[in-house]
């Protein structure tokens, strides 16, 4: 597989007539060179203050911000401008953080998004960090909040099939909530294990079932109005997964309920969120009758 004839053909996007608009707003944007900027990694990545703007320059970032929802993740602050996402993804950060150190690893980040985890992951200082994700949205906020951090992220428009075929191994892989979006799960399993040096580490997520058997639910159409959901296992049926793919030392980290406190709709998302997706008449399950999401959180190495 040639990636840069692929990676050349991805970036030609910016020139589709539905992603234009983001990439020529980009341009404005990058004519403003703000250095010294101050930078918090905490719940609310925050780059800069209001007060290092001009007014007019503040309403371009805030037009500019407008222009790319829906921010699934997040939350931000540029330059004081709140942008409350629809994920507060802070939540699921600061569960996993007590079980990594990324310091002067090579390290990916699977279906990244805008990049909020990786932006929180700088305070680690890996030594080098690349995500990857097929999205043309997600790649400009992406690139609209890295001008002004200035990091030295990798951003890659490829996906979890493309990962073995890279120029080069990682120590460590996150993949977060992309599992169950994979018709073949074992086997992207298998492509994180291809895509590791010797002895590296995952940390994944995925939807999960409750229950002991090593089965897995596998929704008809759609789960919570999701579409592209196609295995739900329970943790032993992931564990075996795992274990099928080439891992070993594999730890359940946590197990969690998604609340509307993770994921709800606000003017910078979608029009419907998780308040949605469920039975109104019963929080326990999806609107179509399945049990609500609840995730399972997973580390485990590669054996060799």
Request: aromatic share 14%; net charge neutral; charged share 30%.
């Amino acid at each position: 597989m040639n990636l840069e004839e692929l990676k050349k053909k991805k970036d030609d996007c910016r020139y589709w007539k539905n992603v234009n608009p983001w990439y020529e707003q980009l341009q404005k944007v990058f004519d403003l060179d703000k250095g010294n900027l101050k930078v918090d990694y905490g719940d609310w990545f925050s780059i800069g203050r209001k007060e290092n703007l001009t007014q007019q320059e503040f309403a371009l970032i805030e037009e500019t911000a407008k222009k790319l929802i829906p921010w699934r993740k997040g939350p931000f602050n540029i330059f004081g401008l709140e942008i409350d996402s629809e994920w507060q993804s802070n939540i699921k950060y600061n569960l996993i953080r007590p079980f990594f150190n990324l310091k002067d690893k090579v390290v990916a980040d699977i279906g990244c998004n805008n990049g909020y985890y990786m932006f929180r992951m700088l305070e680690d200082k890996p030594k080098r960090l690349i995500g990857f994700d097929p999205s043309p949205l997600t790649l400009h906020q992406f690139e609209f909040i890295n001008h002004f951090v200035k990091s030295e992220i990798i951003y890659e428009m490829l996906g979890v099939e493309h990962l073995e075929f890279y120029n080069h191994k990682f120590d460590f892989i996150f993949m977060l909530g992309v599992l169950y979006h994979r018709p073949d799960p074992v086997g992207t399993l298998k492509s994180l294990a291809r895509g590791l040096n010797s002895k590296g580490e995952i940390l994944i997520d995925t939807f999960m079932i409750d229950g002991e058997d090593e089965i897995c639910l596998t929704p008809n159409k759609r789960y919570s109005k999701i579409p592209n959901i196609y295995f739900i296992p329970t943790i032993s049926a992931l564990k075996n997964w795992l274990s099928r793919a080439g891992f070993e030392n594999i730890e359940v980290l946590a197990v969690t309920t998604t609340t509307s406190e993770e994921q709800r709709k606000t003017k910078w998302s979608f029009d419907q969120s998780l308040e949605d997706f469920l039975d109104p008449n019963d929080s326990t399950k999806t609107v179509e009758g399945y049990p609500a999401p609840k995730r399972v959180y997973m580390k485990a190495r590669k054996i060799q």
